[in-house]
């Protein structure tokens, strides 16, 4: 019963953090379905990592992961984001996603906001009931527009990003 009431206090505290970036506006095409509200919302640093790859004799580069930390509002890192597309958070509660929709906000100078839902979940914690998340706000992280080739096939790149992720429950 201690537990129920602690995971309560924790989800509600969380869920005022996320209220605290609730004025962003949300584009419809990527709003969670009515019956779900913010649980968190996080700021993430890193970079989007590329490979190189041919297919039909086209050379590109293609997304392979994500490698950010997430930080609280005070700027304190509470999980990360990694290969899966997946989110920790730092009690341990992991989730897996996949993008239902996605929208670019800013072509040519960002990556896309996105609408992902959650397919699976991992540990008891604040992650334990999300079901949606957004990203939003991105900065940076497009594919590099050069240097992939047959001399390059293979090779990875790192390009810097920071976004918003926001975690919604029923």
């Not at 997430?70 to 920790?88: C, M, R, S, Y």
């Amino acid at each position: 019963m201690v537990n129920a009431m602690i995971k309560k206090i924790l989800i509600l505290s969380m869920m005022l953090q996320g209220a605290a970036y609730a004025e962003v506006s949300i584009p419809e095409q990527i709003k969670v379905p009515a019956d779900y509200s913010p649980v968190l919302t996080v700021h993430a640093k890193g970079d989007q990592i590329y490979q190189c790859s041919a297919n039909k004799g086209e050379y590109a580069w293609e997304t392979q992961a994500p490698d950010a930390k997430l930080f609280d509002a005070q700027g304190k890192i509470v999980g990360n984001h990694t290969a899966g597309p997946l989110w920790e958070y730092k009690e341990g509660s992991r989730v897996v996603g996949r993008v239902v929709k996605k929208i670019d906000m800013a072509p040519g100078s960002a990556i896309a906001w996105l609408l992902v839902e959650v397919v699976s979940h991992k540990g008891d914690g604040l992650f334990s009931n999300v079901s949606f998340i957004n990203r939003i706000n991105t900065r940076g992280g497009l594919p590099p527009s050069s240097g992939c080739d047959a001399n390059h096939l293979g090779g990875e790149k790192r390009v810097a990003y920071t976004a918003d992720y926001v975690f919604y429950a029923k």
